[in-house]
């Protein structure tokens, strides 16, 4: 059996706001503010979403789990992931390797990295070292250095597997 690889891009960004816990990966992070959207609004996770769809040619985010559907306000982002896989698995695809970067002016994220990556590694079925979260400032500049959003990439590689995984 030949085993067909592909890769996909993901990007996701959210406007900080007062009154929502801010979870990043999975992770509650301690902050005065969160990101608005319909789900928990997790962009590092909605990013590796729209990666793992993107490699499989499904699309993105608000194509399955559109803003406008009742079933997912306020769902955990970690949820929509494991719904995601499942559409992988339903194509034949699994997750191999994940690389993303949340892009915030702050707050500072190195301490809670190792929890993100062990969330989306858990969700998407594969070794924590096939699944790297980076974190990045914008030196103050733009929008998200001016700490009024946060964004994040995601890039993903699945490869074809048998039904029976």
């Known amino acids: 059996m030949t085993i067909a690889m592909r890769i996909g891009y993901g990007y996701d960004v959210h406007r900080l706001v007062h009154g929502r816990p801010l979870i990043l990966g999975g992770v509650v992070v301690p902050y005065t503010k969160g990101l ?85 590694a858990s969700a998407v079925d594969c070794a924590v070292d096939c699944v790297s979260v980076k974190a990045k400032t914008e030196e103050e500049l733009g929008f998200t250095g001016a700490g009024e959003g946060i964004s994040s990439h995601a890039v993903a590689l699945i490869q074809s597997v048998p039904n029976d995984r």
């Open 36 to 120: 608005d959207g319909h789900s928990d609004a997790d962009v590092l996770v909605h990013a590796v979403i729209d990666a793992l769809l993107g490699a499989a040619a499904l699309g993105d985010i608000g194509t399955h789990f559109p803003p406008s559907d009742v079933a997912y306000k306020d769902i955990s982002s970690l949820k929509l992931l494991d719904l995601t896989v499942r559409l992988l698995k339903d194509k034949g695809y699994a997750a191999s390797n994940i690389d993303s970067t949340i892009v915030c002016q702050s707050p500072r994220l190195l301490e809670h990295i190792p929890a993100m990556v062990r969330n989306i």
